[in-house]
T-cell receptor, first 113, second 115 residues
Framework: QKEVEQNSGPLSVPEGAIASLNCTYSDRGSQSFFWYRQYSGKSPELIMFIYSNGDKEDGRFTAQLNKASQYVSLLIRDSQPSDSATYLCAVGTVSGSARQLTFGSGTQLTVLP | GAVVSQHPSWVICKSGTSVKIECRSLDFQATTMFWYRQFPKQSLMLMATSNEGSKATYEQGVEKDKFLINHASLTLSTLTVTSAHPEDSSFYIC???????????FGSGTRLTVV
């Protein structure tokens, strides 16, 4: 059974600090990795995706992937109160002709002003 | 960017009635759509994979006769919750997959309350 686990929250950081979110997955056949942000009562919105080992940066966000360790993380630099949300790690595998996503349970982040 | 429209955004229905939720891809063809359910404080759980022109694939534990999925065109998938009960109250979200996309696009979700 495919499992995606995220570090337990909630996580609180002061404004301007770096927030670090972690995720591990069990299926070595996983090919794509996503970070979504979900505000309360809203649907998830894609922040970043990463396919290859290493770091991928987009503005204040950096995704890190280590397939050997089956580990993916998200760093948020210069955290803002508007970053307060639940962050979902999702891992994609191919099933038939479509890719399916398995979600982690999410980490609730609070950025304190 | 890719847009997925989901309607209604919220619905309240009486126990025993049926509710239909629509999911449309507005600017791309979605050969596959996914339906998720999310209970409060929990993550998204995949219910079924909807394939255009063929039967949906349901996840273990999801009743296919209760949650009817129709994907009759490349831009529309519907989820019908039949004979709804209070325990079906949840946040239902669709997402669409296209091989050309770098990520999955989610609809805005439907908050279903069964009273």
């Amino acid at each position: 059974q495919k499992e995606v686990e995220q570090n337990s929250g909630p996580l609180s950081v002061p404004e301007g600090a770096i927030a670090s979110l972690n995720c591990t997955y069990s299926d070595r056949g996983s090919q794509s990795f996503f970070w979504y942000r979900q505000y309360s009562g809203k649907s998830p919105e894609l922040i970043m995706f990463i396919y290859s080992n290493g770091d991928k940066e987009d503005g204040r966000f950096t995704a890190q992937l280590n397939k050997a360790s089956q580990y993916v993380s998200l760093l948020i630099r210069d955290s803002q109160p508007s970053d307060s949300a639940t962050y979902l790690c999702a891992v994609g595998t191919v099933s038939g002709s479509a890719r399916q996503l398995t979600f982690g349970s999410g980490t609730q982040l609070t950025v304190l002003p | 960017g890719a847009v997925v429209s989901q309607h209604p955004s919220w619905v309240i229905c009486k126990s025993g009635t049926s509710v239909k939720i629509e999911c449309r891809s507005l600017d791309f063809q979605a050969t596959t759509m996914f339906w998720y359910r999310q209970f409060p404080k929990q993550s998204l759980m995949l219910m079924a994979t909807s394939n255009e022109g063929s039967k949906a694939t349901y996840e273990q534990g999801v009743e296919k006769d209760k949650f009817l999925i129709n994907h009759a065109s490349l831009t529309l998938s519907t989820l019908t919750v039949t004979s709804a009960h209070p325990e079906d109250s949840s946040f239902y979200i669709c997402s669409a997959s296209d091989r050309g996309l770098q990520g999955y696009t989610f609809g805005s979700g439907t908050r279903l309350t069964v009273v």
